[in-house]
């Protein structure tokens, strides 16, 4: 059964940091590219950012570039999300999520229906 569990989130002032985890167990990790994604209130799911697998490669929101970072642990089957500098509108549910499409194309970020399995989500909540 898969599984992917996030943890790292939080109540965090302007201009504060934090890191995401995601462990995933029920799948060869190291063959699958990893996505994070969010949610607003009353606002629809957005692509934040992707790490293709073996980690070569990293895809980014425009709202996330040079203030997050995309990584991967393939001996934890973990993937982390570091975000820094954060604003209030980053405030959201955070969701680690995969496409089940092993060796995928190291470029290619997936849509939202894609999706083969979510995480339960992470709340992150930025004060200002």
């Known amino acids: 059964q898969v599984q992917l569990v996030e943890s790292g989130g939080g109540l965090v002032q302007a201009g504060g940091s934090l890191r995401l985890s995601c462990a995933a167990s029920g799948i060869p990790f190291s063959m699958y590219a990893m996505t994070w994604f969010r949610q607003a209130p009353g606002k629809e799911r957005e692509f934040v950012a992707r790490?293709?697998?073996?980690?070569?490669?990293?895809n980014y929101a425009d709202s996330a570039k040079g203030r997050f970072t995309i990584s991967r642990d393939d001996a934890k089957n973990t993937v982390y999300l570091q975000m820094n500098s954060l604003k209030p509108e980053d405030t959201a549910v955070y969701y680690c999520?995969?496409?089940?499409?092993?060796?995928?194309?190291?470029?290619?970020?997936?849509?939202?229906?894609?999706?083969?399995?979510w995480g339960q989500g992470t709340q992150v909540t930025v004060s200002s």
């Open positions: 790490i293709s697998w073996g980690g070569g490669n990293t």
């Open positions: 999520a995969v496409r089940l499409s092993p060796y995928s194309s190291v470029t290619y970020i997936p849509k939202i229906n894609e999706i083969n399995y």
